[in-house]
């Protein structure tokens, strides 16, 4: 099904099951421990052994040579791989890093070795035997400041230049020109990177966790230099992603080179205290925003120049991309500086660009209003566009940024705020309040869908779609009852499986929305089928109580079939007037209380609200559970989570979970989730867009900006941690 | 995990014996930081000696009118024991305030004691680290220091001792008492029990080889009122950036002790004294000699207006 112009009436439309507060119908098997993860597949394969991956003590240079006779010699080994063992095996292009092969250190904690035991506890004791010496490089710096710099004068072609920025800045009468960090951080998903592969008779299957099943089966068929359709791989439940698994990574390689070599089943996972400088991060930013308005607060300059840190051939993360569409002004500068330098793999990670970039741009933007002595919430509604600021022939499909700000507004008590800074108190707590705007893009990928109608009436999907915790097979199950009138428990989902039809998967926000368009498309293949049967126009039928209904006629869905499954399949393909007619993104705004110690700087987030503008909503409950994990998320980025760059030996230095702090429950309060009633009749037959991204995307400067109004103190180095506040706050006697 | 050999002790005695006469033994209690520390090979021990069966696991009340707590008691018992909870408020809020639910209902007084330093070079076995590894150097002093000590550290080591519970001790004047190999016992006050790292800080205790926590001692209650206030970087289940652990009497004396600013629990009993003239007062004796790095000078500050807060506390 080609989806090549907005969309009309649907059976969807309905909403008697999608649409629907359901609880999550994988639930009961996550709550109880029985739904099987990756590492814990016992069954899938048997005579399974173990290997235990070793990571790289350099951050670049070569390896001069590995000493294995120890690991070899230790009880229960069965196999030691190393890296000086093969080639560098091919890259995908999504991937930055090589995953395995050849002498080349590009990263500390890189993969160099793989050991393959009976046992865990064995496999690991023997892999810290092995004894590696490297030829190391220390020429290159691994301090993006410096390198920054260092490149300072470099000639960059813009990622966007509307008008003369430079002329109107110079202009205008308001400006802010300032600077801005962001740190690394770590997705910290609570299933490590894991995999089980095994080969037979020259093909590979792989059981792993993994966003995107499509995209990682292609690069493990380039990997090993096998057609595709030799390669298998199943991920039907994965413990959180955040894009940490959008791609192959060393779990994957490992356990594909060990079965191979082993010629027996291996599994390997990441030890925790590997993920961080072996798999990837987001990248760390240093972000110059320059923002000119006229007196009455409407912007006429906007600049954003973001440098980031990446490997060779990557893109790090673009704190730009936000600002290119979120607000009005006529003249616009727009700069991403990717730096490459040898720190570990900076790439996805949830809402990548926006996160980071939208950190700085809502603190810019906050900053802006108090030059002007204007209420935050009426600057960002002053500088609202309808219309794609870098390209103003091309509308937005629907955009509802002013009214989340105006309904989050009446709904926090926008107008009992604290107007001053550091003026409220209570007791010994500093009370502030804070505003940030939400902008993330809305994309869809191509998404297939097999359909079966059972003989019993019952229904079952496939689709190699992937649920990281998200809800989708809650929703593919709501999309398939919609449209089949079947209740949602006749509705079984399979997901996760390369044998199923590809699928958008996971990431950039597109899952949710472009799974159930393809689904919808299987779906409506499935009712054309069944009328064909009927020998009815497929536009007479209508769907209900397990029922076909035509005319008068009502035929079970059990004795459509005649005895025999019905099975349709297809896919959604979009076409290009959703990308180039009109600009599709969603928006949300976001406020929240913080108290701050007035002697110890400690801070607390006491109360936050998002509202949210996303299209339609496929399920509110999973949808409020994706922005308020989000939110958490934000809550993270704001004041704790940063990957602390040891710019000697360039690498990590907190790389577990005790070092690289994420919020715990103590962090988080109440949070309010409103999403406001629309549809999107130009992003999928569904008119759906997703949320699970647009939840991170500014929480963070609504966190900063509220400690600003609480205590006077203006923080520009995230995380806003309480040894950046102390200097600015009250004397304690 | 290196292989280990492995034996139940079945007195505090024969503990001690054991893990003298084995070369690189290890007691094992509750095991929540040994174990960590065991599977990525900071720690090698060749034979652990399990304690787990030596009873030990009572807090008694003592001639004095002090309280003799029992080198296992889990340190949620100890936290919510009423005596505890009555008398000794500043202990209990310490553990509280330390680690999980979870780990605290494995952790025991005498293992928290000797829990090792969470400096993150000290756990990267690629890394430096004297504690670690005698000789190799020092990675965090022009490394990532932000959680490191300030003040009695030296140019081999900066590490923090991470227990709350150890600070609320040092504040009380508790005493460790041990078991020897050759079974005679000794109480060490634990003002001397933490060692400064000077150029041996592979050596974090006064404890010989071999030798065993038993007990330690409260001596009689304070009274006054009791604080402990741990600041870090988030609400729950991290390490103090600053702690401070206090007790005050109604005419403004008492005293205080910090954490995570030294490789012990840092206390001075003439900084005590100024306590009455407020926390600058305090912190200007307390932290006499402080070298912080570029990354933790933050805490000198922090840790006097911490003490700030908990003085305006007090008066209220």
Request: a negative charge.
């Amino acid at each position: 099904m080609r989806f090549d112009k907005p969309a009309g009436r649907n059976p969807a439309d309905r909403g008697t099951v999608l649409g629907q507060p359901l609880p999550r119908i994988d639930g009961p098997l996550k709550t109880t421990g029985t739904a099987p993860y990756a590492y814990e597949r016992h069954d899938v394969a048997s005579g399974q052994l173990v290997g235990y991956p070793v990571g790289a003590a350099i951050a670049k240079g070569r390896i001069r040579s590995m000493d294995t006779r120890a690991a070899k010699a230790a009880p229960g080994v069965v196999a030691v791989i190393t890296t000086l063992d093969m080639d560098r095996l091919p890259k995908a292009r999504m991937n930055v890093a090589y995953l395995f092969g050849g002498r080349d250190i590009q990263h500390y904690h890189q993969a160099i070795a793989v050991v393959v035991a009976d046992t865990f506890e064995r496999a690991r004791a023997a892999a810290a035997l092995i004894r590696t010496d490297y030829d190391e490089d220390k020429s290159t710096s691994f301090d993006l400041a410096e390198q920054r710099r260092a490149h300072q004068d470099d000639e960059v072609e813009p990622m966007a230049k509307v008008g003369d920025f430079h002329r109107a800045f110079a202009e205008a009468p308001v400006q802010l020109d300032q600077t801005y960090t962001t740190p690394g951080q770590s997705h910290a998903q609570m299933e490590p990177h894991a995999s089980i592969a095994e080969w037979k008779d020259g093909a590979l299957t792989l059981w792993s966790a993994n966003q995107m099943i499509e995209w990682s089966k292609q690069a493990l068929a380039k990997a090993f230099d096998l057609p595709a359709e030799k390669v298998r791989l199943d991920s039907p439940y994965i413990g959180g992603g955040f894009g940490a698994k959008l791609f192959l990574r060393a779990d994957a390689v490992l356990a594909a080179v060990a079965a191979r070599e082993t010629g027996r089943p291996v599994k390997v996972a990441l030890p925790r205290p590997l993920i961080a400088n072996n798999a990837t991060h987001r990248g760390l930013t240093i972000q110059r925003i320059r923002i000119g308005t006229d007196r009455d607060g409407r912007i006429t300059a906007i600049g954003h120049d973001n440098t980031t840190n990446t490997l060779p051939g990557g893109d790090g993360e673009n704190g730009a991309a936000p600002t290119r569409h979120f607000y009005a002004g006529a003249n616009r500068l727009l700069v991403h500086r990717p730096l490459e330098m040898h720190l570990p793999e900076s790439n996805a990670m949830r809402a990548p660009g926006e996160t980071a970039g939208l950190m700085a741009l809502e603190v810019a933007m906050d900053e802006m209003a108090e030059k002007l002595n204007m209420d935050p919430v009426a600057f960002r509604v002053l500088n609202d566009t309808q219309v794609d600021p870098d390209n103003p022939e091309r509308p937005f499909s629907e955009r509802h940024f002013v009214e989340c700000l105006e309904r989050g507004a009446e709904r926090f008590g926008w107008n009992e705020r604290n107007r001053k800074p550091g003026a409220r108190r209570e007791g010994q707590w500093l009370i502030g309040h804070g505003v940030a705007g939400a902008y993330r893009g809305a994309p869809v990928q191509a998404s297939g869908a097999r359909v079966r109608l059972k003989p019993d009436g019952t229904v079952r999907v496939d689709t190699d779609m992937t649920d990281i915790g998200t809800g989708s097979y809650t929703i593919i199950a709501q999309t398939a009852a919609e449209m089949l009138g079947v209740p949602l428990d006749a509705v079984d989902v399979g997901l996760g499986d390369s044998d199923a039809p590809a699928s958008a998967g996971s990431g950039g926000q597109w899952g949710a929305a472009s799974s159930t368009a393809g689904v919808y498309a299987a779906c409506v293949a499935l009712r054309n089928t069944i009328a064909e049967r009927l020998d009815a126009d497929p536009e007479d039928l209508s769907f209900a109580d397990g029922q076909v209904r035509h005319g008068d006629r009502r035929t079970p869905l059990t004795e459509v079939g005649g005895g025999e499954e019905l099975v349709a399949e297809d896919k959604i393909e979009f076409g290009d007037f959703r990308s180039k007619e009109y600009l599709l993104a969603t928006f949300g705004a976001h406020f929240v209380e913080v108290g701050v110690h007035a002697a110890t700087g400690e801070i607390r987030v006491r109360r936050m609200l998002a509202v949210c503008d996303a299209g339609r909503i496929l399920n509110p409950v999973t949808a409020r559970s994706q922005v308020i994990g989000a939110m958490t998320m934000g809550v993270g980025a704001a004041l704790m989570e940063e990957l602390a760059v040891d710019t000697r030996y360039g690498f990590f230095a907190n790389h577990d979970l005790a070092g690289y702090e994420v919020p715990v429950h103590a962090d988080i309060p109440e949070q309010e989730v409103i999403f406001l009633e629309g549809e999107d009749p130009y992003s999928t037959p569904l008119k759906a867009k997703g949320v699970g991204e647009l939840g991170i995307c500014g929480v963070s400067a609504a966190v900063a900006n509220a400690v600003h109004n609480a205590t006077g103190v203006r923080v520009r180095d995230y995380p806003v941690t309480l040894d950046k506040l102390l200097d600015g706050l009250p004397e304690v006697v | 995990m290196r292989a280990f050999t492995y034996e139940r002790a079945e007195t505090p005695q024969q503990a001690a014996m054991a893990a003298a006469s084995t070369d690189h033994a290890r007691f094992i209690a509750g095991g929540t930081n040994l174990l960590d520390l065991m599977k990525i090979e900071v720690e090698t021990p060749a034979h652990l000696v399990d304690v787990n069966g030596l009873g030990l696991d009572t807090i008694e009340n003592t001639d004095d009118g002090g309280l003799r707590v029992g080198a296992l008691v889990r340190n949620t018992d100890l936290a919510a024991d009423p005596r505890v909870r009555r008398d000794y408020g500043v202990l209990s809020r310490a553990l509280v305030a330390g680690a999980s639910g979870q780990l605290r209902n494995k952790a025991t007084t005498g293992g928290n004691l000797l829990q090792r330093t969470r400096c993150p070079y000290f756990y990267d076995t690629n890394m430096p680290c004297n504690k670690r590894r005698p000789g190799t150097g020092c990675a965090a002093l022009e490394g990532f220091s932000r959680q490191l000590a300030i003040i009695g550290g030296s140019e081999h080591c900066i590490a923090t001792h991470p227990s709350d519970m150890a600070v609320a001790m040092r504040l009380l004047d508790a005493e460790v008492e041990t078991v020897l190999p050759n079974g005679n016992t000794r109480a060490i006050p634990i003002a001397d029990f933490h060692r400064l790292p000077g150029d041996t800080p592979q050596i974090d205790s006064a404890l010989i080889p071999g030798e065993f926590i038993t007990a330690v001692t409260l001596p009689r209650p304070l009274g006054g009122k009791h604080f402990y206030h741990k600041v870090r970087d988030r609400a729950s289940y991290a390490f103090a950036l600053v702690s401070v652990a206090a007790v005050i009497q109604p005419d403004g004396g008492g005293r205080v002790a910090l954490g995570g600013v030294a490789p012990k629990p840092w206390r001075r009993e003439d900084a005590d004294a100024a306590l009455p003239r407020g926390a600058k007062a305090v912190m200007a004796r307390l932290l006499d000699g402080a070298e912080p790095t570029h990354e933790n000078r933050f805490k000198v500050n922090l840790a006097e207006r911490t003490l700030a807060a908990v003085l305006a506390e007090a008066k209220e």
